[in-house]
């Protein structure tokens, strides 16, 4: 079974920058495509980011994010980052790693992951 663990979550000024990890343990997950999801207070979960297994080389963002945010993936750590510059109040959220065991074209609904993360915090104060 996969375990999914985020870090690198906090508090940061709009236009600062913080670079989430999700470290994953059971079992590689180079064959998983990776995403990123996002669930503001009183909002539904929403789609960040999503990467291709094994290189990478495909990867998708939501639209409020695009030119800001960067995922990426490091298959010898067994480990998935997002990297979130340009920060904004509106990018406040818990933020979720999951896997998706489909190793085609990247999915991005929340539905075609089987392995989520507990989640960390971002608050991005005005």
């Known amino acids: 079974q996969v375990q999914l663990v985020e870090s690198g979550g906090g508090l940061v000024q709009a236009g600062g920058s913080l670079r989430l990890s999700c470290a994953a343990s059971?079992?590689?997950?180079?064959?998983?495509?990776m995403g990123w999801f996002r669930q503001a207070t009183g909002k539904e979960r929403e789609f960040v980011a999503v990467?291709?297994?094994?290189?990478?080389?495909?990867?998708n963002y939501a639209d409020s994010v695009k030119g800001r945010f960067t995922i990426s993936r490091d298959n010898a750590k067994n480990t998935v980052y997002l990297q979130m510059n340009s920060l904004k109040p509106e990018d406040t959220a818990v933020y979720y790693c999951?896997?998706?065991?489909?190793?085609?074209?990247?999915?991005?609904?929340?539905?075609?992951?089987?392995?989520w993360g507990q989640g960390t915090r971002v608050t991005v104060s005005s």
């Open positions: 990467i291709s297994s094994w290189t990478g080389g495909s990867t």
């Open positions: 059971g079992r590689t997950v180079g064959n998983y495509n």
């Open positions: 999951a896997a998706d065991r489909w190793g085609g074209s990247p999915r991005t609904s929340a539905d075609n992951f089987e392995r």
